[in-house]
């Protein structure tokens, strides 16, 4: 038995366990509709194996080839359809339908009804390439910070892609009759890079799925359940490289502590769920006025902090009286009643790389304290943190 049988039934094998994997991933990762795509991708692959495999047993040579060509090239569509799911890619699919009908339609016509070998043989590997190409792209456009198995997957889509780009020029280039010496070439290229690239794009999409989860699970450690504000051990984790990263553009950074006024009197008039949805309505007012790049983040029971960075001083304590007014301005309703709620805020101007977070909430809180002390509902001001 030929090299190639062994190598076929490897391919077949490991596109089963890899789409029975996928299929697992897509029950136990959270149900994850990408994975499905990527598991149906590897199955298509499978029966494109099983194809060649059996090739003999088919009744006409263009029934064989196009069964081949429309596995292969379902295959990587439903693997680029998983990978736009994933990255919520603006990419329209229909127009990649609309190419492959085209393809297979210029496929069937180089095979069977004005022969050209090169053609029929190299069109759909252009397809391939092309959409390979196109999920490089979706997987490192994803996030503006790539993960380093989106950037491991996108050189294995891109390096798989410029290998089949070879062997396809290699196929075209027989012209319309068989050429040996090319298509022994264009075999050895394709059975040196088909299987290490299966096996390669498997490997960093299991990767990217396993570091999608330790994202996920990191954000939910970081953040609140009830507010879906950071939480004191994410704001803790991000602060101080905040304070750093904006002093070092030249930024003046501001801590503002806050605390809802007289919240036990809430919870005590209107009962507990009604305080929890207090603190669900006034965060989501307070989110609606912070900037990109604020961070907001629950401390505890109704104690919040922001730290900001604006291009003056006034610029924050104006802020400050801002989120109070907001605040203050309106009631919030819960269960056809209105509940008038006010916070006081605690404001310091950070100005050195070197303070520590917790010496700067620590004297927001103190002007906090002032700013309960002077009657509640006000804005207080540290002396700046040198
Ligand atoms: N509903 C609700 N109440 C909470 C939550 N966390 C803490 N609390 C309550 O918040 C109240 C805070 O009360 P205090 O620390 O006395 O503060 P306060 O009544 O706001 O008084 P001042 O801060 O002086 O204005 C306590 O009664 C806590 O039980 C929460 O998640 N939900």
């Known amino acids: ?69 429309s596995l292969s090239m379902g295959s990587v569509i439903l693997g680029t359809w998983g990978h736009a799911i994933r990255a919520r890619s603006p990419i329209n699919l229909r127009y990649l339908l609309a190419l492959a009908v085209i393809t297979l339609a210029s496929v069937y016509y180089y095979k069977a009804v004005d022969v050209h070998i090169g053609l029929s043989m190299s069109l759909y590997i252009y397809y391939d390439i ?46 319309s009759q068989v050429n040996q010496a090319y298509l022994d070439l264009y075999t050895l290229i394709n059975f040196i890079t088909v299987p290490t690239a299966h096996v390669g794009m498997a490997v960093f999409i299991i990767f990217i799925m396993a570091s999608d989860l330790a994202q996920e699970m990191q954000k939910l450690a970081m953040t609140d359940v009830l507010t879906q504000c950071i939480n004191r051990r994410g704001f803790y984790d991000i602060g101080q490289q905040k304070i750093e990263s904006q002093l070092g553009c030249k930024q003046h950074v501001s801590l503002i502590y806050w605390d809802i006024d007289s919240f036990k009197n809430i919870n005590d008039d209107y009962g507990h769920a009604a305080g929890d949805e207090v603190l669900v309505q006034a965060t989501q007012r307070i989110k609606m006025c912070l900037q990109k790049d604020d961070i907001f983040a629950r401390l505890g029971g109704e104690e919040f902090v922001i730290l900001i960075a604006r291009d003056s001083e006034l610029k924050a304590k104006q802020f400050a009286d801002k989120l109070r007014e907001t605040l203050a301005s309106k009631p919030i309703e819960y269960e056809k009643q209105c509940i008038n709620v006010t916070a006081s805020f605690g404001v310091i101007s950070i100005k050195s790389v070197n303070t520590p977070i917790d010496k700067a909430i620590d004297l927001a809180d103190k002007a906090l304290y002032i700013a309960k002390h002077e009657g509640k509902n006000k804005v207080a001001y540290a002396m700046p943190l040198n």
């Open 1 to 69: 038995m030929s090299p190639i049988f062994f190598i076929l039934i490897t391919l077949l094998l490991t596109s089963i366990i890899w789409s029975v994997i996928f299929l697992m991933a897509w029950f136990t990762l959270g149900k994850k509709s990408y994975a499905l795509f990527w598991a149906g991708a590897f199955i298509l692959s499978a029966c494109q194996w099983g194809t060649i495999l059996l090739r003999s047993h088919f009744d006409s040579d263009t029934l064989y080839w196009m069964t081949g060509v």
């Open 130 to 175: 092309l959409l390979l190409l196109i999920n490089a792209v979706i997987i490192i456009k994803h996030k503006a910070k790539s993960l380093p198995a989106e950037i491991g997957a996108a050189i294995t889509y891109t390096v798989c892609g410029v290998c089949l780009f070879i062997a396809a020029t290699i196929a075209l280039m027989q012209g």
